[in-house]
């Protein structure tokens, strides 16, 4: 069974610029959720989606933005990057809610960096 | 005011050596996640737990409800346990993550 599959691995963007990240959940994972880790900030939850419904989202701007398709894959967008979220973005999935208590499956990660 | 603290931050260790990293929480949880992050970033679910005690080959994890404590214990370790161990706790509509604990194992 393939793993958690995100696309790009590593990037690097200018200031100002967007960014949109890419997440394959694990077949049959109905839940995908997605976090930023930062050596200063260590890890912080974005937010979670389940049946394409964002259903519980963490202290971020309006910048970090995601949606999940109809095939639970599911994407993230940070717009008017910022030196500041240079960071490994990770992505998770699982088979129902992580905020119910279910077993987190993540990704490799994708490394962005802002110049 | 970190929702989830861990302790040790840093543990270095002979092989062969028991290993307790401990995780304090001040949310009530659903429950309690113990994470392992290699170098290179990738991230392992180690255990979830909400009650008592599991056990996973050398690794054994416990939490107190009552007492918002939990805590990771690796019994004979090996340079391969070298890694990063967090805690994460589901509060809420929230997930929180603890700092994390480095672990180096030296053969």
């Known amino acids: 069974k393939a793993g958690v599959t995100q696309t790009p691995r590593y990037l690097i963007k200018t200031r100002g610029q967007q960014v949109t990240l890419s997440c394959s959940p694990i077949?049959?994972?109905?839940?995908v959720s997605w976090y930023q880790q930062t050596p200063g900030q260590g890890l912080q939850f974005l937010f979670e989606?389940?049946?394409?419904?964002?259903?519980n989202k963490g202290n971020f701007p309006g910048r970090f933005s995601g949606r999940q398709f109809s095939n639970s894959r599911s994407e993230m967008n940070v717009s008017t990057l910022e030196l500041g979220d240079s960071a490994l973005y990770l992505c998770?999935?699982?088979?129902?809610?992580?905020?119910?208590?279910?077993?987190?499956?993540f990704g490799e990660g994708s490394w962005l960096t802002v110049v | 005011k970190n929702e989830v603290e861990q302790s040790p931050q840093n543990l270095t260790a002979q092989e062969g050596e028991f290993i307790t990293i401990n995780c304090s929480y001040s949310v009530g949880i659903s429950a309690l996640h113990w994470l392992q992050q290699h170098p290179g970033g990738g991230i392992v679910s180690l255990f979830m737990l909400s009650s008592g005690k599991k056990k996973h080959g050398r690794l054994i994890a416990t939490i107190n409800i009552q007492e918002k404590h939990s805590s990771l214990h690796i019994t004979a370790s090996h340079p391969r346990d070298s890694a990063v161990y967090i805690c994460?706790?589901?509060?809420?509509?929230?997930?929180?993550f603890g700092t994390g604990t480095s672990l180096t194992v030296i053969p």
């Open positions: 998770a999935s699982s088979l129902g809610l992580i905020l119910s208590g279910n077993t987190i499956y």
């Open positions: 989606y389940f049946s394409e419904t964002q259903r």
């Open positions: 994460a706790v589901n509060g809420g509509n929230q997930f929180y």
């Open positions: 077949s049959g994972h109905r839940s």
